[in-house]
């Protein structure tokens, strides 16, 4: 096994190209199952109806393409719309847990974090009928100073985490925590991080979120063929709300106020994802996290 950073991390030797490796790139697609103004106004605002249009579309496309996904859901939307998420899982998809209230794990204490994911797990275990084995942080609060989550997280039952993104950022990232899944080195956890590219010294975040809706599609699928053959599986992360071309104006016309840089940043270029994760999705072989993760173990020599 070998250690980057302290961090354990298993090999990949059946996503290296050969004779054996798949055609097109592996790819784990998750989705943050979370309401717009919740996720990036604040947890003091409402659930709102548009959550529920916003991931049904999703889940056509995903159906479309016959794709399973990972679904971290926000369970304060589980328990406004439970039948969504049974909706989701009776379509194949694996249920993690986002946490309940979007809190970032900067803003509160360890005490607090347990709190909220113990909620999570009960509100999901109750919809869905099994406790989730995944969890990723609301907005990757997952940073130097917040690693405590890892062992909460691993004496609570969870076998992952997607919850920290190896680059720099004003507000989230380990810029130099590993890019591949790994084990980590304190608690019996994995992290599965978002793909980044490793380029000019440093990684670049390519294949999720905002960052897929302002990089070129073809730039972003580039880098996934790129980091197949640096012997990864690729983590693609999208929210359904990016597929919600108008949803910005709609809410704003609700009455929820949107500071004119937000409504510029949140709004632009939203009608390009759908037709972008269409072409993903006929490039790449989807799997869930919790498959890939099961690989993993199965690799794993303890030392």
Known sequence: MRRIFGIQRPGFGSYRDGDDAPRRPTCALTVDLEDWPVAVLGADHDVSE????????????????QVRATFFVLTCVAERFPELVREVRDAGHEIASHGHAHERLTTISPRRFEADVCRSIDVLADIVGRRPVGYRAPAFSVVESTRWAGPILARLGFKYSSSVFPI??????????????????????FECPPTTLRTLGRNWPVAGGG?????????ARWAIRHVHREGMP????????????????????????????RRLTQSLFR???????????????????????ADACSTVIST
């Open 168 to 189: 720099h950022h004003p507000r989230y990232g380990i810029p130099d925590a590993p890019r591949a899944l790994h084990r980590w080195n304190n608690c019996d956890l």
């Open 211 to 219: 960052y897929f809706r302002l990089l070129p599609g073809a730039a």
């Open 234 to 261: 690729a983590v693609v992360y999208l929210h359904p709300y990016e597929l919600d071309v108008h949803g910005v104006k709609a809410h704003r016309d609700e009455g929820v106020h949107v500071s004119p840089m």
């Open 271 to 293: 009608s390009r994802t759908e037709s972008r994760l269409h072409r993903l999705l006929d490039s790449v072989v989807c799997r869930t996290l919790e498959d890939l993760v």
């Open 50 to 65: 548009r959550v529920v249009e916003n991931t049904k579309r999703l889940l056509q496309i995903l159906a479309w393409h």
